[in-house]
């Protein structure tokens, strides 16, 4: 769930569609390890916002556009 000074709990987008890769962002894994990388989409993300996850809150990187290996392993489908 994102972070929004003034917006309410109820309010706040969260990520869907996720998929877990593996740490070098190329393959599936359907049990994430210790280490793993996530992919997800937010269908409305400003920017300098923070995830709320299970560990404490995660500093988001710029939006790009989705790299080319990504691709065939995450489709967006609009909510």
Partial sequence: MLSRPGVERANLQAPYDEVFLDL???NVVTLPQSRFRVVFFLHEYVGQELLH???????????????????????????
């Fill in 24 to 26: 070098a962002g190329s």
């Fill in 53 to 79: 996850t299970q560990v404490g809150l995660l500093a988001l990187p710029d939006c790009s556009e989705m790299p080319e290996r990504l691709r065939s392993l995450s489709v967006y489908s609009p909510p």
